[in-house]
């Protein structure tokens, strides 16, 4: 699992209400089901995060060094794809030959799909896949491998089956109601070009964010304080700029440096704002590394500081500690970016340095 080691895809959510006292009781009767009673349609539930097999959950196995770590299990069948094309063409060529046809309708093709897949779906080993979930007990937030629209649907479900209520996404949106009872939807556009009209921008306060991270990283000296300490803050590409209306709505830089590139400046000037980006803070000697997706507060391979060598209990305590570090800081950059956004006189002055860093942006190539 990616909280153990390694890069971590994540993405951060509140509960919408406390755990109840008997939590594990309640996870406990929504287990996965034994993979032997695995059929033609798939099986999900809880399992422990010591493999995706392990349907025991008690406070021996479902609690890890303080934090509540469980994982979401879906196991099913499926017929490659590739081998069902061959087995159905097999079948195609047996049924013309007998029929005397030198071609079969679509009903019939149809048919033999069906009849091929009944054949062969028994015979197919089961597929596990996990989504990592972990919490620590008397605290809101969760952290899970939901980085996808559908897994955070099937967690979101799974949550409401277990306990009647689910889970609260830590997008823009929903941080800016909870760290400052901000409703963005009072926020009026912003461009961030000298050359668009407010009117004329997209509405999105997680581009504006990302943008003014960059912005700030450049004009602002690249530090930054928040509760969590003083951080030193960059943006780099590969650099995805996006807005609705007409011509392209998306452009994606990669190679070299795009974050200095004359397509850059050009995209900024049209109107356009950063959606995903790789951002990079650092405290001292800690480094944290992630790409951002803005609209979504989405955090893909966020790399953490190189811990200690400690023992795999204490190694997830730090990476664990590490992590909620990393994003104290983000949401503290957040905070600050929101108070700066909210108020009139503040952000005229802002958006007037934005312009002027936008259109004075020097490119190197």
Known sequence: MSFESGSISF??????????????????????????????????????GRHLLDNRIEADTAL???????????????????????ECKMEELVRMQAEGKSELDRRTKTEIRK????????????????????????????????????????????????FGF????????????????LDIRDLPPASFSPDCEDSAVSESIGQDFLTWLWFSSETRGGLMRVE??????????????????EGAHEVVLRRGTPELSTEAKIALLSGKKLRRAKILIARGAETWQTTLDADQFT?????????????????????????????????????????????PKAWATTQKQIHRWVSERTARR
């Open 11 to 48: 993405r951060a959510f509140y509960l919408a209400q406390s755990l109840p006292r008997n939590y594990l009781e309640k996870f406990k009767s929504k287990a996965a089901p034994s993979i032997s009673s695995l059929g033609d349609e798939p099986i999900r539930g809880w399992v422990t």
């Open 64 to 86: 890890y060094a303080g934090y509540l770590r469980l994982t979401l299990m879906k196991a099913e069948r499926k017929i490659p794809e590739s081998l069902l094309r061959a």
């Open 115 to 162: 009849e091929v897949s009944d054949r062969l779906l028994p015979k197919m080993p089961p597929q596990l896949k996990g989504m990592a979930f972990v919490h620590m007990p008397e605290t809101s937030l969760v952290y899970a491998e939901a980085v996808a629209d559908k897994q955070v649907d099937a967690l979101e479900a799974s949550m409401r089956e277990t």
């Open 166 to 181: 689910g889970l609260i996404p830590v997008t823009p949106a929903n941080a800016a109601a909870r760290l400052l009872k």
């Open 228 to 245: 969590a300490g003083e951080f030193a803050v960059m943006v780099e590409g590969p650099l995805t700029f996006a807005m609705e209306g």
């Open 299 to 343: 955090f893909r391979g966020l790399k953490l500081p190189e811990g200690e060598k400690l023992d795999a209990i204490s190694r997830f305590q730090e990476r664990l500690t590490l992590v909620k570090t990393f994003l104290d800081a983000f949401l503290g950059m957040y905070t600050q970016f929101l108070k700066e956004r909210k108020d």
